[in-house]
């Protein structure tokens, strides 16, 4: 940084990320901004390995082309500027190039985008580094292209670092498994308040309520990586929490971006999303079931057709929820033919003890093929189907946020909680999920109409349960009023109760009446 050459003195957050790659075959590292984990392993892992070790071939893979070349930059002034001694010496007649550099031995180090949606396919990789991964476009193909080879090779080392990306991508995913301990990962999560560069005088400052609770959370942060943040807060990211918490995240779960304009409440959707799970595979009753329908149990389902009748575009979707207990039971979403969707709805719907539907009446067709099948439809003034006026969308947004809030509702499909973290309100905005499927959240739709009916669930059992709650206690009350009475005799309470009531009248007699 201030440009000048020499031996590298690692700082703590990249000590800690050379022992994690040590101690580990598989490392997945969630950093901050300028955290300069990028130079610590391109030096370890690949410029320190390639060169060294006979034959092993080393990828650099990063979100673009601009940021590959300039990592290999690194590598070329780090092995230029290195004592002749020690520098192993490049093949006859090679100078390297901006994308390779090639040794006597056979050792390689080689860079790629992941702007390719192929990238390194047909490398034999040993060593492999893989640099914000959150910023890439093509995350699941490029993944599924990448790891069947290295993970065939026994001594291979593999190392993602990268700051949290957008929600409900396929780098969140493998972020919060590492996290669960599923698969090979190891997780690391660096606290950016412990680098002395995150640390400015605190002098003069007077931190808020909000921010003493921020650091409360954050254990080991001091006030001077409070400054630090206040001081970022009011510059680059002109106040966003949201934005900042992207860059320089407070825990092991945070950072993740949904909408810039979110409709949906983040930390009850993150909390969601924690035990959230895959979809099921797909029965014979044309759903996933997360739990099988339970006899004498009361379900609902709520179903967005493909609109117009176009299987190529905005994929339909449906849920299905337990209305006693509020939880997602089953799910599908798919491209699907609205006539061939209808019959999906009525096998799903007959398998959950004829369940009523919530379709949106965005085809005629699919409301007319149910019908004829004899499904039980909820109507929207005397008309079937779920019309989606703007008014209709926002109570039911408002109800669904009410429910989350409240934890009142549970969504166990990770695709569906991904939509709703990204949701905006745009249904003709079109995005890509995280297994590279474009959608108009026909998933969101889902839970939004489901917020609506859910709610006056709620409503009607909180009724009950109020009122259940008041003669439960008026019963108490009388219980205890209630008295042994011994034959002949009368009880106290009686005696004191007159004479209260007496107490009373002669108070009432002895005020001054009023003349007019």
């Known amino acids: 940084e201030d440009e000048t050459t020499g031996f590298l003195e690692p700082t703590p957050a990249q000590i800690q990320v050379i022992r994690a790659i040590e101690a580990n075959a598989w490392t997945f590292v969630t950093k901050y901004r300028q955290a300069k984990i990028t130079t610590v392993v391109i030096l370890h892992l690949l410029l320190r390995d390639c060169m060294y070790l006979q034959g092993v071939e080393g990828v650099l893979i990063a979100d673009t082309n601009d940021t590959a070349e300039m990592a290999f930059r690194r590598i070329r002034y780090a092995y230029e500027n290195l004592p002749p001694e020690v ?18 031995h056979g050792g390689r180090i080689v860079i790629k985008s992941l702007e390719s949606r192929s990238p390194a396919v047909g490398h034999s990789i ?23 080879g290295i993970n065939k090779r026994p001594n291979a080392k593999l190392v993602i670092e990268s700051t949290p990306g957008k929600a409900g991508t396929y780098h969140e995913r493998m972020w919060h498994e590492a996290l669960r301990g599923e698969g090979r990962f190891h997780p690391v999560f660096l606290d950016w308040w412990r680098d002395a560069t995150c640390q400015i005088d605190p002098t003069g ?52 971006l949904g909408s810039s304009r979110p409709r949906m409440p983040e930390m009850a959707l993150r909390e969601q999303y924690l035990s959230s799970a895959d979809d099921p595979d797909v029965g014979s009753y044309g759903v996933g079931e997360f739990e099988p329908p339970i006899p ?85 003034k005397r008309h079937p189907g779920w019309w989606a006026t703007d008014v209709r969308i926002a109570k039911a947004e408002f109800a669904l946020i009410a429910l989350l809030r409240d934890s009142a509702i549970r969504i166990r499909s990770r695709k569906g909680i991904s939509q709703l973290r990204v949701y905006d309100g745009n249904f003709k905005k079109r995005i890509k999920d995280e297994d590279d499927v474009g959608h108009h959240f026909d998933r969101a739709r889902t839970y939004i109409m489901a917020g609506e009916y859910l709610s006056k669930v709620k409503r009607r059992s909180d009724k009950i349960a109020a009122q259940s709650e008041a003669e439960a206690k008026a019963r108490a009350e009388a219980e205890e009023g209630l008295e042994e009475r011994v034959p002949g005799t009368i009880p106290f309470s009686m005696l004191n109760s007159g004479r209260q009531k007496s107490t009373d009248r002669v108070a009432v007699l002895s005020k001054p009446l009023k003349h007019r």
């Not at 040993?126 to 069947?148: M, S």
């Not at 190529?312 to 299905?320: E, M, V, Y």
């Not at 207990?325 to 096998?347: G, H, Q, Y």
Request: proline share 4%.
């Open 126 to 148: 040993d060593r492999l580094h893989i640099t914000e991964l959150g910023e890439a476009v093509h995350q699941r193909r490029a993944i599924v292209n990448l790891f069947p």
């Open 87 to 104: 520098k192993m010496p490049l093949v006859s007649g090679s100078k390297g190039s901006k994308r390779e550099l090639e040794f006597i």
């Open 205 to 256: 400052i007077n931190f808020t309520e909000e921010e003493l609770e921020y650091m409360a959370k954050c254990s080991g942060m001091t006030h001077r990586a409070l400054a630090f943040r206040r001081q970022r807060l009011s510059s680059e990211f002109v106040g966003d929490t949201r934005l900042y918490d992207s860059k320089y995240p407070p825990d092991a779960v945070s950072g993740w």
């Open 296 to 380: 004498g149990r009361k379900y609902e389902i709520y179903a967005d057709p493909c609109g117009f009748g176009s299987t190529k575009g905005d994929p339909a979707a449906l849920t299905i929820f337990d209305l006693e207990t509020m939880e997602e039971v089953a799910v599908w979403s798919d491209r699907e033919d609205p006539d061939r969707f209808a019959v999906r709805i009525s096998l799903a719907a007959e398998r959950y003890n004829n369940a009523r539907a919530v379709v949106e009446s965005n085809h005629a067709g699919c409301i007319t093929a149910l019908r004829a099948l004899n499904v039980k439809l909820v109507y929207s």
